[in-house]
Each structure stands twice: as C-alpha cells, then as structure tokens.
C-alpha cells in the first residue's frame, strides 16, 4: 500500500472513531429539569403578598423632614437654639502650679462648664464651683473663639459667680431675662450647656416642680430652686435654662443621681434670685447683705449644748447697733463660769432655727431697716428692735 492510501485511511478512521463519541455522549447526557412558574402563577402570588402586607400594617405616610413641614413646636426649638446658642460659652478651668524638678509654672487642666452672656460689656454668668479654687478661666463661644477671663465676684451662697471678658461687642449677645415667680408646673423648659465637654447641647423637658431647696457649697441653703427634667449632665453646671420663648428662667446648677450622671431630676437657680445676686456682684464683687453685727455659734455647737432651736450669740462689737439695742452675748464671769448670750429665734415673727434661716430672712430686707428680734434670755423670752446694717 502506497503511502497515500495508508494516510487516508488514518484520517477515515479517526473521523469514525470522532462520530462514534459524540453519539454515546448524547445517548448517555440527560438535561436536569428546570422548573419555572407560570408567568400568570408568579403575579398572582406577588399580588396576594402585597394585599396581606398592607393589610396587616396601616398606611402611614411618610413626609421627607423639610422646613416647610415641619411641626411648630420643632420649628419654635430650632429657631430658639438657632437664636440663644451664641450667647451660651464653654467655660474651662486650670490651676497654675510649678514643676518640682524643672521649677517651670505650668497650668493644670481643672474642669469645665458652661456660661452665658448677660451683658454687653462683657460679664459672663456662671456657678461658683465651676470656677471654685481655678486660678485660670477661658470662654469659648459656638465659634470656637475663645477668650481668657477675669473673676468678677461670686456668692457661694447662691452658686453663682461673673467672669468679665475683652470681646467685641457685635459677639456678645445678651440672653433676654424673664420671671420665675410665676412659672407653673408643667411649662416648657430647654437646657442649653455642654455635658460632658461636648459643647453646645440642647436638651429639652417640663418644669417638674416649684420651691425645692438644695444646699450651696457653703452650706446655706439655696430656696426656691427650680426642679426639671430636661437633661442635666456634668457640664451643664452654669448654662440658662430657657423657657419657650427663649427667655432666661433660671441657672442650671445641679443634678439628683446616685450615679453623677442624668436621671431625671435636675435644679435650677430662679432667674428672679439671678436678677438681684449678680448685679451686686458687678458692682461688689460679692453680696452686700443688711444684718447685726455679731458673732454667732455654729448650729453643731448649739446642739452639741442642747439649746432650743435657734442662733445663739458669742459675741459682738461694742457701741454697735446690736448693744444700742440691747442683746447680750456670751461671757464668762470672774469665776470662770459660762453665761450663755440671746438666743435669736425670730426675726419679725418668721422663726429662725439656724443661722441659714437668719442670713436668708435678712435678704428680704435693706440696711436701715428695723427689725424685731425676738430672743431667748436666760428661759425668759425678750423682744428687741433692732436697726439693721451693711454686713462686709
């Protein structure tokens, strides 16, 4: 055989051995089935879902958050924040101390709080123990812009302090100042501050209750104080607290919680105690207050001696109004023995049981003004008109 034909045959046989696979392999494949729904199956399920849902969630529309609907209460809230935000500052505080090895001055970070403008001329209005033992205050507004601040007065009584800063008078913008006397339970109340360092915060809430009392850091009681439950957080400690219509009600100054944080009960300073205290502190740098000149025993020691309720006198300066009118303090006799001084137990038939209760009876009255005491003289009860004056 030539080798053309035998190439021919090569090429035959490899094409009957090509056919040959091609026809098991269709003989041995099977297609897997593939199931598919009728067209008209699948929209009537899809129909049947979407009646179902509807009917089982009612139709509520939904509107996208636009200033042209929303509600007025929200509008009134944002237009308030919008307002009175600029007038509210972060108030942050240091120590000065020197390095024990390298005898460099340096300032220690101390605390924070907030503030808010009260005038034009620069006072910002505060608590006291924002700024208590701070050797170094410095102001921020919303801005950022921030300026160091001067120590003005302040009355710890109260919980209230003014700082006074060097700004522009376009950047300083009052808070306009309502009326606490006749706020009712119930009444809008917004809180303007930065808890926890985070500056600029609003929170809002409901004037919860009227007349409670809280204690000042000096021990005296502060009365009237306004309790919220707009949240009040560390932080929040000197910052307005604002009625609806943005107007001042009262000073943020204390929060009730086990924890030190938010729970719902928070105390303001009454913007009408506000309005007497910090003018007298511009002008005094603290509170001027009529009262007598005398040296009284604290309430420990007076119950420590069991004595009736009341403000003993220790002593008093001579030829002073006090002994014009006739009180005795405490003295001792030539044999050592004690006599015990007036024991004060009212003042114009308002009791007195302590000597927080006579500082804070004397605040309704001015110097010059004449009061009846009424004391307690060796178990024999006296009443002594007694001329009031300025106390330093």
Known sequence: MSASKRSTVVVLAVMNLSLMLTVAGLLFWRPSPVRTAPPAIETHRS????????????????????AGNLADSESRTIELFRVTSPSVVHI?????????????????????????????????VTNNHVIQNADVAMVAFDDQTSFPAK??????????????????????????RGVSADLEVGRTALAIGN????????????????????KSDSGVPI??????????????????????SGQLIGVNT??????????????AIPVDTVRWVVPELIEHGRIIRPGIAITVASDSMSKRFKLPPGVLILDMPERGNAERAGLRPTRRTRFGDIVLGDIIVAVDEMPV??????TLIFENYESGDVVDLTVIRQGTELVLPVELETLD
Do not use: C
Request: cysteine-free; glycine content about 10%.
């Open 151 to 176: 120590l003005v007065g302040v009355a710890p009584d109260k919980d209230l302090a003014v700082l006074l800063i060097d700004a522009p008078p376009e950047r300083l913008r009052p808070i306009p």
């Open 47 to 66: 129909k049947v879902a979407s009646e179902a849902s509807d009917e089982a969630a009612p139709k509520v529309p939904v509107h996208t958050p636009t």
């Open 195 to 214: 808890p926890f360092g985070l500056d600029q915060t609003l929170t809002t809430g409901v004037i919860s209750a009227l007349g409670r009392e809280i």
């Open 353 to 358: 049981a302590s000597t927080a209760d006579l």
């Open 223 to 244: 009365k009237d104080v306004i309790q919220t439950d707009a949240a009040i957080n560390p932080g929040n400690s000197g910052g307005p607290l604002l009625d609806r």
């Open 92 to 124: 942050t505080t240091s120590k000065v101390a020197r390095d024990y090895f390298s005898m460099n001055v340096q300032e220690i970070p101390q605390g924070s709080g907030t503030g808010f403008v009260w005038d034009k001329a620069g006072h910002i």
């Open 254 to 267: 204390a929060i009730y919680s086990p924890s030190g944080a938010y729970a719902g009960i928070g105390f």
